[in-house]
């Protein structure tokens, strides 16, 4: 698969406590997205990144935060995790618009977070 | 507002039968629409984008800008073909990609 890797893979914390979840791709491409994933809503966009410390919010970023410090990591924060937290997370990398495959996403193969 | 709509979250057919699998959007601006498809136990893959307009494992799907509908089709599914399928939107004026609630297609023998 493509050059991105999504860490853990798996984590089962409890509520009130902080969660990061690391994605780290080796493809130097510029954008970087959240999402997640939930039966019966798809996948949402939580935050995405167009660089080097260049974040927005998408769809349902509230109660989540991101940091993009260089180019191949992108880390999402959970600062006090919910129930309603409990989902699977996509990143997914897109190249330069312009570029071959812009707009196109490649995806990392998931972390699955469970809020107790 | 950028909004996808996929009406049906089940789709089950047989072998060979025809396969429509209705995407509508909302947005204001010139639109770029993708399909991405989930297999079991893969990562979730690009299958076609509007702008390449080609024919991706049987599947075709064209953009009508005036029913704001970019519906995927195959016209005789296979077994293979079960899956999660995703309706996507962009546009030349946003870097967000919004996706749709996906629709599930079951291919029965």
């Known amino acids: 698969d493509a050059g991105i890797t999504q860490s853990p893979r798996h984590k089962v914390t409890e509520t009130g406590t902080p969660v990061t979840l690391r994605c780290h791709q080796t493809?130097?491409?510029?954008?970087m997205y959240w999402y997640r994933q939930d039966p019966g809503h798809g996948l949402r966009l939580i935050h995405y990144?167009?660089?080097?410390?260049?974040?927005d919010k998408g769809e349902v970023s509230d109660g989540y935060s991101v940091s993009r410090s260089k180019t191949e990591d992108f880390l999402l924060t959970l600062e006090s995790a919910t129930s309603s937290q409990t989902s699977v997370y996509f990143c997914?990398?897109?190249?330069?618009?312009?570029?071959?495959?812009?707009?196109?996403?490649?995806f990392g193969a998931g972390s699955r977070l469970t809020v107790l | 507002a950028q909004r996808v709509t996929q009406p049906e979250k089940l789709l089950s057919v047989f072998k060979g039968a025809p396969v429509e699998l209705k995407c509508n959007y909302s947005?204001?601006?010139?639109?770029?629409l993708f399909w991405y498809v989930q297999y079991s136990r893969q990562r979730l893959q690009l299958l076609l984008r509007?702008?390449s307009r080609e024919s991706i494992k049987g599947f075709t799907a064209d953009l009508n800008k005036g029913e704001t509908s970019f519906h995927l089709k195959k016209p005789f599914a296979q077994e293979e073909d079960s899956a999660m399928y995703y309706c996507?939107?962009?546009?030349?004026?946003?870097?967000?990609?919004?996706f749709g609630t996906g629709t599930r297609l079951q291919v029965f023998p």
């Open positions: 997914a990398i897109s190249n330069d618009r312009g570029a071959a495959g812009a707009n196109v996403l490649t």
């Open positions: 493809e130097n491409h510029r954008y």
């Open positions: 990144s167009y660089g080097v410390k260049d974040t």
């Open positions: 947005y204001s601006g010139s639109p770029e």
């Open positions: 509007h702008i």
């Open positions: 996507a939107l962009s546009g030349l004026s946003t870097d967000k990609l919004i």
